[in-house]
């Protein structure tokens, strides 16, 4: 069965850290373009970070810019995504998805049209 898995979300207090991890199973995500998207209640998903199958390429939505840093371990099959110095604003469900014709410069413009997504982690920023 082919499929994303995340994890690592949780309830942290603003200014604090968490580090998301994306496996995959039943592919290998070398030739993928990775993608890591959140949902807040009653908003539309929103792209957050994507990185190039080589991970030589990255991508931030201007929010999260010096605060989140993707990465992707190939020999792990997995994509993370740290996140420091963290608002009540990132709240949200974050998934992430993958794709292989998809760049880091089109994946956010294409979400109906993305392979694979993983079934999402929780992210509660709060005091």
């Known amino acids: 069965q082919l499929q994303l898995v995340e994890s690592g979300g949780g309830l942290v207090q603003p200014g604090g850290s968490l580090r998301l991890s994306c496996a995959a199973s039943g592919f290998t995500l070398d030739y993928y373009t990775i993608g890591w998207f959140r949902q807040a209640p009653g908003k539309e998903r929103e792209g957050v970070s994507c990185?190039?199958?080589?991970?030589?390429?990255?991508y931030y939505a201007d929010s999260v810019k010096g605060r989140f840093t993707i990465s992707r371990d190939n020999a792990k099959n997995t994509v993370y995504l740290q996140m420091n110095s963290l608002k009540p604003e990132d709240t949200a469900v974050y998934y992430c998805?993958?794709?292989?014709?998809?760049?880091?410069?089109?994946?956010?413009?294409?979400?109906?049209?993305?392979?694979?997504w993983g079934q999402g982690t929780q992210v509660t920023v709060s005091s």
């Open positions: 998805a993958a794709d292989r014709t998809a760049t880091i410069a089109t994946m956010t413009a294409r979400l109906d049209r993305l392979a694979y």
């Open positions: 990185i190039s199958n080589t991970g030589y390429s990255t």
